[in-house]
């Protein structure tokens, strides 16, 4: 699975959109927007705490792991 389906189901399954993600991460909503639709790709620090604000793994979130 692509990092981009695996974020929209993490989010699915935590009720969180766009915005609410962005909050969390402390980052722009534009920078979400851009991950999912794959325009750009979250470097090692969003990486980081997108695994430390959802509680998930980085081999989770990377695809590497169900």
């Known amino acids: 699975m692509e990092f981009i389906e695996?974020?929209?189901d993490i989010m699915i399954d935590r009720d969180l959109n766009q915005t609410q993600l962005a909050?969390?991460?402390g980052l722009k909503q534009?920078?979400?927007?851009?991950?999912l639709s794959?325009?750009?790709?979250p470097g090692y620090d969003s990486l980081k705490n997108i695994?430390?604000?959802?509680?998930v793994s980085g081999d989770e979130i990377l695809g590497l792991k169900d």
């Not at 534009?30 to 991950?35: A, G, R, T, V």
């Not at 794959?38 to 790709?41: E, T």
């Not at 695994?51 to 509680?55: I, P, V």
Request: aromatic fraction near 4%; proline fraction near 0%.
């Open 38 to 41: 794959g325009k750009s790709k």
């Open 23 to 25: 909050k969390l991460l």
């Open 30 to 35: 534009s920078q979400i927007s851009e991950w």
């Open 51 to 55: 695994c430390l604000a959802l509680n």
């Open 6 to 8: 695996i974020l929209k």
